[in-house]
């Protein structure tokens, strides 16, 4: 047995204070497996060590929700006896060193996450930052990842249905994957992770074990160097043809009442399946290494333990249930395997070629693992922009035109036309709106979904940047018609052992669980991702927020496109012109300068009900919301989606066009309704203006103090600088 | 014994991933790079040990399942 | 009209392909796993679109040579009605009952878009509800659907009338030789496309433009 030095353990991620605390709690010192497995779970992966302190904050709880965060992905009831059942996870580090099988994998990961709990993913969308376009990585990054993302999601046969794209410089080092996965379930038909009861049998099935990611967890919970590209053999390969055959084996199985627990193997595979299985059914678990289907030769205890093979899950069946388990696994020719049994220890067992390799108690390993209140430091909040900010004589017409064709504004046409998103023939909004639209198959309700966070708000002010990612996504729910229910979060940052890093952490967290409880839109699952820095560089604070909502009837929901010449365009909200972080301001004139615009909760409630009403009442089928870029961008948007042309007469100016105060909407909607509307409005107290007209000459966009500019000019610049940039020679 | 079945488009059929590396060959600077065609390596084992049996054994493979004859073609190196 | 679809592993188009057709022609399909040896008496088989054994080797490959297809085969030579979409085309080719082969989309990436179609044949029993050189738009979901043939077969396929789908001018996705997006065999009761119909079946999804071949299938079986 390999002996343990302070280099073994340092190797292994762990502080000496953390290797003194395994060695009280074991009462001696650990061997080599042992330390493995502690390592694992011990690390920010796993134990979210560094953050569980703060996200107790968060607001988990609500009269839809069946199960919040602790189980592998979170449940929310959508009436009739369906539940929807979804997670965002991140699989940062892996894309960065490969960009396929990274994505790829992280695909395959929270999908097993939706239906290792009875749910059939109906959607997945996907929330991507990268380095700046002339990073000489980033297209090769880019290109990896759409393809991974692609050749899973799309062999799966579960449709991606959107997500985002960003580029900036921070993340040049450390690109973000993150992916969500959504299904739906009857809720009596959910299935959990807690092993209870003694002497269960413990089946292990799906794909054999090799040798592949060994320390990915700890790998996920490390800042990289210059020596990164060596960790490449610890990337995992994904098959999603065996993820397939295993999503319709379990399902299979599930039909039927044999299983008692069940969890895949993530990160940390065997390890962290079998103790948190144990931890939560207050149970010990006892496997025999000796029975895991293994794929390389000569493997050893630490290797079986620490695998992260994927395409693989644990499960506690019913006694006596085995056969007709192996029955199901052996048509899908997928690999059984009896591995252990569960015991009244309250101990993890591991036995391999006849001899006990390790023993530990289970509340070690998943209860005890260190909680850190690292210390943080507050950034001051950012001055007013200053007056001389912008030029205001610059002509809007060719800043619109480098808008939106600029790196984060244009078309991303070119990556969704790589994911099947209509694959099961339920998909009712295609990616390119403000949210998706899935219908709940066999009936007419449909679910709404979103992933949003505008992270360089987030890196000038965490906590209204948190709000904002919250009230984002919440509104682009509301701008398809969805009641949003819930929310899964994916917390991106840096090396929280850094104050000022903590400091971003704590207050996005604030943010987040402000405007979380200010809209009634509970964190039900979520991931943290943190060290993602290089050569201590972090990126841009990032929490990722995805939402889900409802749509009692999926026939009643708007989308984007104008739809009829003539329409009116009403803008809801209030425009103050809020250039501080915007686009605008960072495209056209080089700066990120300012506070972001500040979001004011009870004003984005009100706002959001009110155009809501329309849409459900169906007095309104054009909604798009106003965020990145502004009025100006939000009107182009609909005209190009729409192929027509629109004449503003309200705003005008700079501040008024691209400014990006929040709790805003474009609707477009016949004369005579808008006129309804406006009176609805003042009633509610929501401000409420005609702003032009969809139509006008017809082919241009017409605004007072811009030329007129042909939709067809700006759906070029749209559409072609993502695949023009992404065709260029490395 | 054990065998090497290498498959690859047969010539006159368009290759598009063969075309897209030797534009990256070229890109990189390998100016001398010409044409570019781009296959399949299949590794076998047998429990067969007559050559001439494994060879027409190998044949039928490729013929039913290794190739699709109507654009790839095949060829079959075998190890002692 | 009774119908079958096969599920091979990793067919992921099954569903999609057994709700048109319980929607177009009221009775469910019956659903024929890949290892079963026979299809039930049926006036259609469907092959439904998906990775079949994850596309590994080739796409449609190793489907071609499951225990299912000799039936399929038998059946089709028979004059039993078969349709592959997407992925069934390729195990089509594959088994010899459609001619060419589906090679990858010329841009290397698999691509999903809705793309226009003309009917090129209205005299089959798969299109005879659409009209010659009518233009209509199925989505398209495929990384290797770039129909190959040589000039021979493509001019035989074009003389005997089997180019049952073109894409339309300026809208090939993938490089597909003469725009070709579907097949008929020569006996015409076999029919590749890569496009796919069953996915719009129903209005709330935007658009219609697929239930004409279930329409075409149930007038002329039924």
Do not use: K, W
């Given at each position: 047995m390999i002996e343990i030095t302070p280099q073994i353990v340092r190797e292994h991620g762990l502080s000496d204070a953390e290797y003194g605390r395994i060695k009280q709690l074991l009462n001696r010192e650990p061997n080599y497996v042992e330390l493995g497995v502690f390592s694992v779970m011990w690390s920010e992966h796993c134990s979210y060590k560094s953050t569980r302190a703060h996200l107790r904050r968060l607001p988990t709880k609500g009269p839809v929700v069946i199960q919040g965060p602790g189980e592998n992905a979170g449940v929310v009831d959508i009436g009739d006896g369906d539940a929807v059942i979804f997670k965002m996870e991140s699989h940062n580090h892996p894309s960065f060193i490969e960009p396929y099988q990274g994505a790829a994998t992280g695909v395959g990961g929270i999908m097993r996450d939706v239906f290792t709990m009875g749910a059939r993913p109906i959607a997945m969308m996907n929330a991507l930052r990268f380095g700046t376009p002339d990073h000489p990585k980033t297209r090769h990054l880019v290109a990896g990842v759409v393809a991974g993302i692609g050749g899973y999601g799309n062999c799966m046969g579960v449709p991606t249905v959107g997500g985002e794209v960003n580029f900036h410089s921070a993340y040049n080092g450390n690109i973000l994957v993150n992916a969500m996965c959504v299904g739906i379930a009857r809720q009596d038909k959910i299935f959990k992770s807690a092993a209870e009861g003694a002497g269960n049998p413990v089946i292990y099935v799906g794909s054999k074990t090799g040798r592949?990611?060994?320390?990915g967890a700890t790998m996920a919970s490390a800042e990289f160097d210059e020596n990164s590209e060596e960790k490449r053999p610890t990337v995992q390969v994904g098959d999603p043809f065996t993820e397939k055959l295993l999503l319709e084996a379990c399902l299979e199985l599930m039909a039927t009442d044999a299983i008692i627990a069940i969890q895949d193997m993530g990160a940390a595979g065997l390890t962290s399946s079998s103790a948190e299985m144990a931890s939560k059914g207050n149970s010990g678990i006892e496997l025999n290494l000796d029975h895991v289907p293994q794929?390389?030769?000569?493997?050893t205890a630490y290797d079986m333990m620490l695998s992260e093979s994927q395409e693989r899950m644990l499960a506690v069946l019913k006694p006596g249930r085995e056969d007709e388990a192996r029955r199901i696994f052996d048509k899908w020719e997928l690999d059984f395997a009896i591995i252990g049994i569960t015991t009244d220890t309250n101990r993890l067992v591991i036995r391999h070629k006849g001899e006990i390799v390790a023993d530990m108690p289970v509340n070690a390993l998943a209860d005890e693992a260190p909680v850190y209140e690292r210390p943080f430091t507050r950034r001051p909040a950012l001055p007013p922009l200053a007056k001389n900010a912008f030029d205001p004589k610059r002509p809007i017409a060719d800043s619109l035109l480098q808008l939106i064709g600029s790196p984060d504004l244009s078309s991303r046409r070119w990556v969704w036309e790589q994911f099947d998103y209509t694959v099961m023939a339920d998909t009712v909004q295609a990616p390119g709106g403000d949210a998706a639209v899935v219908r709940v198959h066999g009936t007419n309700k449909s679910i709404a979904i979103a992933c949003d966070v505008t992270p360089r708000y987030c890196r000038a002010d965490p906590f209204e940047g948190g709000k904002q990612a919250v009230a984002e996504c919440w509104r682009n729910l509301t701008s398809v018609g969805a009641t949003p229910l819930a929310v899964t979060d994916n917390l991106n940052f840096g090396n929280p052992e850094r104050p000022e890093t903590m400091g971003e952490i704590v207050a996005a967290i604030d943010g987040i669980a402000e405007a979380c409880i200010a809209l009634g839109f509970p964190v039900v699952s979520g991931n943290c991702s943190l060290y993602n820095e290089t050569n201590g560089e972090p990126i841009l604070p990032t929490p990722a927020i995805g939402g889900v909502g409802l749509l009692k009837d999926g026939t009643r929901h708007a989308s984007v496109a104008f739809k009829r010449a003539g329409d009116a365009i009403v803008l809801i909200g209030e425009t103050k012109g809020h250039l501080g972080q915007s686009l605008y301001l960072r495209e056209i004139e080089g700066s990120e300068s300012g506070p972001p615009p500040p979001v004011d909760l009870g004003v984005e409630k009100r706002n959001g009900d009110f155009v809501r009403g329309l849409i459900e009442m169906g007095q309104v089928d054009t909604v798009h919301d106003i965020s990145d870029g502004g009025l100006l961008i939000a009107v182009a948007e609909m005209a190009m989606a729409g192929g027509m042309g629109a004449m503003l007469e309200g705003p005008d100016g700079i501040a008024q066009l691209f400014g990006e105060d929040q709790a805003r909407y474009l609707l477009a909607v016949p004369h005579s309704i808008a006129q309804e509307i406006l009176g609805d409005a003042k009633a509610a107290g929501v401000p409420a203006a005609i702003i032009g007209f969809v139509g006008g000459t017809g082919t241009h966009l017409e605004v007072p103090g811009m030329t007129a500019t042909r939709i067809a000019a700006l759906k070029s610049a749209h559409e072609t600088w993502l695949p023009n940039y992404m065709a260029a020679p490395q | 014994m054990k065998a090497r079945v290498f498959v690859t488009l047969k010539n006159g059929v368009l290759d598009p991933q063969g075309k897209a590396i030797g534009h990256a060959l070229n890109n990189l600077g390998?100016?001398?790079?010409g044409e570019v065609r781009q296959g399949k390596v299949i590794d076998i084992e047998l429990a067969e040990t007559d050559a001439g049996k494994a060879k027409a054994e190998l044949e039928r493979m490729c013929e039913k399942l290794l190739a699709n004859t109507v654009i790839e073609k095949y060829e079959i190196e075998l190890k002692a | 009209m009774k119908s079958a679809v096969v599920v091979f592993p990793a067919s992921n188009c099954d569903r999609d392909a057994a709700v048109a057709l319980e929607q177009m022609t009221g009775q469910k399909p019956v659903m024929v796993w890949h290892g079963d040896s026979e299809i039930p008496d049926v006036d259609l088989i469907v092959l439904p679109g998906g990775f079949s054994?994850?596309?590994?080797?080739?796409?449609g490959a190793m489907a071609s040579q499951s225990r299912i297809i000799r039936d399929v085969k038998a059946k089709a030579d028979k004059g039993v009605a078969v349709l592959g979409i997407c992925n069934g085309f390729q195990v089509l080719t594959e088994t010899g009952l459609l001619p060419g082969a589906l090679m990858r989309n010329a841009k290397l990436k698999f691509v999903c878009r809705p793309v226009g179609l003309t009917i090129?044949?209205?005299?089959?029993a798969f299109t005879r509800a659409y009209a010659k050189g009518e233009t209509v738009r199925f989505p398209v979901a495929h990384g290797e659907g770039n129909y190959f043939a040589d000039d021979a077969t493509l001019d035989r396929l074009e003389g005997e009338g089997r180019v049952a789908f073109r894409y339309a001018e300026g809208e090939n996705p993938n490089g597909s030789a003469r725009n070709i997006a579907g097949i008929l065999s020569e006996k015409r009761n076999v029919l590749g496309l890569?496009?796919?119909?069953?996915?719009?079946?129903?209005?709330?999804?935007?658009?219609?433009?697929?239930?004409r071949v279930f329409q075409s299938l149930i007038e002329t079986l039924s």
């Open positions: 592949d990611g060994i320390h794929r390389e030769e000569n493997m | 390998f100016a001398s790079v | 054994y994850g596309d590994y080797l080739r796409c090129e044949e209205s005299q089959s890569m496009p796919h119909p069953e996915r719009v079946v129903d209005a709330a999804l935007g658009g219609t433009d697929g239930r």
